[in-house]
């Protein structure tokens, strides 16, 4: 077990530990990119997968103390989830082990649509092309 006190001390330096600060100002995601990238690298490096890929989405539910959104970008309310405030991410898990295999920050709407494939395919078929690419670690030249 870990105390209340340790666990908020690792909790108030996450960011400064994980995040570039550096890319405060470029990136809104900054302090949690590197975490999805690292975890990303960290699956395609370590992990053989079996050939069933099950893709799905993640919402991390969080509701912050002082506004809606406590200000962070990562923060978005959907509406059909149970727990509907929290981050989102679409994922790649492998069907026969249950192991997470890549995750993808789902950064908005507007962000969502500059992203590889998009801006030949409807949002699912890019998004769906994008998570393949990162599991098996090669692009596709469509």
């Not at 100002?25 to 997968?49: M, Q, Y």
């Not at 995750?103 to 699912?124: N, V, W, Y």
Request: charged share 30%; proline share 5%; with cysteine.
């Amino acid at each position: 077990f870990m105390t209340r006190n340790r666990f908020d001390a690792i909790k108030s330096s996450l960011l400064a530990a994980c995040g570039d600060v550096s890319k405060s100002l470029s990136d809104k995601w900054w302090g949690i990119r590197p975490l999805f990238d690292g975890f990303n690298d960290n699956r395609r490096r370590v992990v053989v997968a079996s050939k069933e890929k099950i893709p799905d989405e993640i919402m991390s539910a969080f509701r912050p103390r002082t506004t809606p959104t406590g200000d962070l970008p990562s923060i978005s309310f959907v509406k059909r989830k149970p727990k509907n405030l929290g981050s989102e991410a679409k994922s790649v898990a492998d069907g026969r082990h249950g192991l997470m295999l890549f995750l993808e920050i789902q950064e908005g709407k507007e962000a969502m649509a500059l992203k590889r494939h998009r801006a030949k395919f409807a949002p699912a078929t890019a998004m769906a092309l994008r998570l393949a690419e990162g599991v098996r670690g090669v692009q596709f030249d469509i």
